[in-house]
């Protein structure tokens, strides 16, 4: 399991690639929601989104341990931030995308410096492809979630949550294949275990929720939710089990409530946040948290979205 001092070792690792994103208050949010509210703004992160901190550590400790060449399977954030992290070590990397990837994309992971290749439609066909190119030539596959470098890298948010506000009772984060929060939840349940940590998920993709209720990592078919980093069918191998010790719960919100939610923290905060993390916000506006007089810090997860 990964622990605190995974953490601290990804802080030292990632200092030099990542910033330290500000934590911004909102008025107007907070009368809505009758709380304190604040948003951890990783979409002011390098690359657009929080998946740098993961990458990073993980493509560096790849390169330390000799790999010269990096992939991975994504077209979204992830594939950004490995070719952005790859590019800046001087290693040639691959992302492999699938044949409907939109062209804006492409050329992210073009003007960071990496190559794409396409295959297939589905997770299933890229992801053994990303892997044997790896293992072809020399070099490192690196996942979007389900590794313990990974999970440290996301879990530095909430030690800087931490350090950044006193006094904070609730920190509200969004799960795709968990990654995120349970790195965020180790950080804070190590740390000060008072500090609550509620997970949110789009209705139509609540594999994490149902998973929780089972017990066991249950799936659901493909999703369409616009939040579309949380298209994830089930939840990791590594992360569940962190989720499933220490998560205080996992609240659901609906597909009009998270376009609301991103609509407002547009033309309220001026700040353009993508639909991933919007989810978080949308929870504290339609009252999914029940929780008034609190210090809730929503995670913003990113920012990446087309304007046209
Ligand atoms: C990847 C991603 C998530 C979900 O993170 P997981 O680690 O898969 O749970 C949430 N928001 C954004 C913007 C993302 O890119």
């Known amino acids: 399991m990964v622990t605190m001092k995974d953490i601290q070792s990804a802080r030292e690792q990632i200092a ?31 690359t657009g989104s929080f998946k740098i901190r993961g990458a ?44 409907d990837a939109k062209d804006t994309k492409l050329n992210a992971i073009q003007s960071y410096g990496g190559k794409f290749e396409k295959c297939g439609w589905t997770s299933a066909e890229r992801l053994p492809h990303a892997k044997a190119l790896a293992e072809e030539n020399d070099g490192v596959f690196v996942p979007p979630y389900d590794d313990p470098l990974i999970i440290a ?14 006094n904070v009772d609730m920190v509200v984060v969004p799960i795709g294949g968990g990654g995120l929060i349970s790195g965020i939840l180790t950080a804070i349940k190590e740390t000060n275990p008072r500090v609550l940590v509620i997970g949110v998920e ?16 249950t799936s659901i078919p493909a999703t369409s939710t616009i939040a579309d980093g949380l298209r994830t069918s089930q939840p990791g191998d590594l992360t569940f089990p962190i989720v499933q010790k220490y998560v205080d719960d996992i609240v659901l919100v609906k597909e009009e ?14 700040q353009l946040i993508e639909p991933s993390s919007a989810v978080t916000a949308a929870a504290a506006m339609f009252d999914k948290l029940k929780v008034r007089d609190k210090r809730i810090v929503c995670v913003i997860s990113g920012g990446n979205v087309n304007v046209r």
């Open 56 to 99: 990073t550590n993980k493509v560096k400790n790849a390169v330390r341990n000799g790999a010269t060449f990096i992939t991975a399977a994504s077209s979204g954030n992830h594939g950004q931030a490995v070719a952005y992290i790859a590019s800046k070590l001087g290693v040639p990397s691959v992302i492999v995308v699938p044949e």
């Open 202 to 217: 789009p209705e139509i993709a609540n594999d994490t929720y149902l998973s929780l209720k089972n017990d066991k990592i």
């Open 153 to 166: 890298g996301q879990g530095t948010i909430g030690a800087e949550i931490l350090e950044q506000l006193d």
């Open 16 to 46: 030099d690639v990542v910033c330290q994103t500000p934590i911004l208050s909102s008025f107007q949010l907070s009368k809505i929601c009758g709380n304190q509210m604040f948003l951890k703004s990783e979409h002011l992160q390098k």
């Open 257 to 270: 409530e998270i376009e609301e939610a991103q609509a407002f923290v547009l033309e309220r905060m001026k």
